[in-house]
Nanobody, 118 residues
Framework: QVQLVESGGGSVQAGGSLTLSCTAS????????MAWYRQAPGKQREAVATIIRGGTTSYADSVKGRFTISRDNVQNTMYLQMKSLKPEDTAIYYCRIGLGPNVWYNYWGQGTQVTVSS
């Protein structure tokens, strides 16, 4: 059983910064893709940023230039550095792991709440 543990959320004012972390407990699982998703109240869960094992990254347009995704392949840990936060970034942030692009394992963590006040 794989456990995904997200941490680092909190409450900040607009313009502030936070760094989220996600660790996958199962080291024997092949994890080639890691991603951050978020879900705001009343909205569908959406992809925020993705990173492939080789380092290629992609971002949702709404966070480009403000968020940076990174990963430690040895520790199976992923980070999301968030700067210039906006109230619309308020959501529960989740991490997701996969074997390859669009080949996701069926695991989700409990999420970490990010609240940005204006």
């Amino acid at each position: 059983q794989v456990q995904l543990v997200e941490s680092g959320g909190g409450s900040v004012q607009a313009g502030g910064s936070l760094t989220l972390s996600c660790t996958a407990s199962e080291s024997s699982l092949t994890i080639n893709v890691m991603a951050w998703y978020r879900q705001a109240p009343g909205k569908q869960r959406e992809a925020v940023a993705t990173i492939i094992r080789g380092g290629t990254t992609s971002y949702a347009d709404s966070v480009k230039g403000r968020f940076t995704i990174s990963r430690d392949n040895v520790q199976n840990t992923m980070y999301l550095q968030m700067k210039s936060l906006k109230p619309e970034d308020t959501a529960i942030y989740y991490c997701r792991i996969g074997l390859g692009p669009n080949v996701w394992y069926n695991y989700w963590g409990q999420g970490t709440q990010v609240t940005v006040s204006s």
